[in-house]
C-alpha cells in the first residue's frame, strides 16, 4: 500500500521567515495530495491540495509544489505568524482507493513571535 | 466549522467495555471515514463507507466494526476495549461520489480506556 514520509517531525521559524515541508509518497498511482493544518483539540482542516496534473498551486501565502517524477510535493508557508503554529499533515490517495488518504507523520510548527 | 459532527466529544470507559462513536457528515456528502490518531501512529485509516455501503477498509481491528445508515451518518463500535485503544477517532465525509474531493473533518471523539 501507499506510505507517505514527512520531514521534518517539528520546525521552529522566527515570525516572517518561511517555512517548509517536505513530503515523498511511495505509490506512483497516487494523484490526489492534500495538506491539513490540525490545532490543539481540533480536527485536521484542509487548507490546500494539488492534484497530479499540476505542478505547483498557491493560495496566499501558502504554496505546494508536486514532482511526480521524484514522487514528492512539498508546503511552503511565507511570512509565517504566530497563529500558523500548528501540526501539519500531508496526505495522498489514488482514484482507484477513493478518497482513502494516507497521511504523513506530522509537523509540528512553531512560529516565534 | 466543518459541518461534520462527532459525539461524544469524549467518553472514559474500562477495559473490556464496548461503546460507538457517532458521526454526521456534511449535508449532502455520501461518504464517510473513520480514522484513528494515536501519538506514536498519526493518523491511521480505518474503514471508509458509500451510500451505506462499506467502501475501503485499512488496518482496523476485529473488534471494531462500523455502518452507515440511511440517513448517511455513521456509527464507529468498539468493543472487547484495551488500554491501547485510548486515542482520538475522527470522522470524515466527502462529496457525492466523486473521487479524490475535498474531506472535511470532524472535531474527534477522544476516547480513554482505563
Known amino acids: 500500500g501507499e506510505n507517505v514520509e514527512q520531514h521534518p517531525s517539528t520546525l521552529s521559524v522566527q515570525e516572517g521567515d518561511s517555512a517548509v515541508i517536505k513530503c515523498t509518497y511511495s505509490?506512483?498511482?497516487?494523484?490526489?495530495f492534500p495538506w491539513y493544518k490540525q490545532e490543539l483539540g481540533k480536527g485536521p482542516q484542509l487548507i490546500i491540495d494539488?492534484?497530479?496534473?499540476?505542478g505547483e498551486k498557491k493560495d496566499q501565502r501558502i504554496a505546494v509544489t508536486l514532482n511526480k517524477t521524484a514522487k514528492h510535493f512539498s508546503l511552503h508557508i511565507t511570512e509565517t505568524q504566530p497563529e500558523d503554529s500548528a501540526v501539519y499533515f500531508c496526505?495522498?490517495?489514488?482514484?482507484?482507493?477513493?478518497?482513502?488518504?494516507?497521511f504523513g507523520g506530522g509537523t509540528r510548527v512553531l512560529v516565534k513571535p | 466549522d466543518s459541518g461534520v459532527t462527532q459525539t461524544p466529544k469524549h467518553l472514559i470507559t474500562a477495559t473490556g467495555q464496548r461503546v460507538t462513536l457517532r458521526c454526521s457528515p456534511r449535508?449532502?456528502?455520501?461518504?464517510v471515514y473513520w480514522y484513528q490518531q494515536s501519538l506514536d501512529q498519526g493518523l491511521q485509516f480505518l474503514i471508509q463507507?458509500?451510500?451505506?455501503?462499506?467502501?475501503a477498509k485499512g488496518n482496523i481491528l476485529e473488534r471494531f466494526s462500523a455502518q452507515q445508515f440511511p440517513d448517511l451518518h455513521s456509527e464507529l463500535n468498539l468493543s472487547s476495549l484495551e488500554l491501547g485503544d485510548s486515542a482520538l477517532y475522527f470522522c470524515?465525509?466527502?462529496?457525492?461520489?466523486?473521487?479524490?474531493?475535498?474531506?472535511?473533518f470532524g472535531q474527534g471523539t477522544r476516547l480513554t480506556v482505563v
Open positions: 505509490d506512483s498511482a497516487s494523484n490526489y
Open positions: 470524515a465525509s466527502s462529496g457525492q461520489g466523486a473521487v479524490n474531493t475535498e474531506a472535511f
Open positions: 496526505a495522498a490517495s489514488r482514484e482507484a482507493a477513493g478518497n482513502k488518504l494516507t
Open positions: 494539488i492534484r497530479s496534473n499540476v
Open positions: 449535508s449532502g456528502d455520501l461518504s
Open positions: 463507507y458509500y451510500n451505506g455501503e462499506e467502501r
